[in-house]
């Protein structure tokens, strides 16, 4: 879940957050933090200090080499231990 970007991306990221907080077979990162005292007033530290939330502060989920980790997008652990990544569904790219 990136937090520069554009608005939309963000709002789209932060809504889905929202509807999925409780469930602990997602798994949230947020990448690329401007500023994580900010984070933490926007999000709220009661949603950053869930088990299934990190905050990547090394940006180790932001990959030059693919260009869709600077979107907010779904990784799926497949059967064999690989992950499926797509976008966020409403998520375009520009």
Do not use: W
Not at 53 to 80: C, G, H, Q
Request: net charge positive; charged share 30%; glycine share 6%.
């Amino acid at each position: 879940m990136p937090r520069v970007g554009c608005t939309s991306c963000i709002h789209k990221s932060e809504s889905f957050l929202k509807k999925y907080i409780d469930n602990n077979k997602v798994l949230f990162v947020f990448t690329r933090i401007g500023n994580e005292k900010k984070l933490k007033i926007e999000i709220g530290n009661d949603i950053l200090s869930r088990k299934n939330v990190v905050i990547d502060r090394n940006n180790a989920f932001v990959k030059s080499t693919y260009e869709e980790s600077s979107y907010p997008i779904l990784m799926e652990r497949m059967p064999d231990g690989t992950f499926d990544y797509r976008l966020l569904p409403g998520v375009r790219k520009y």
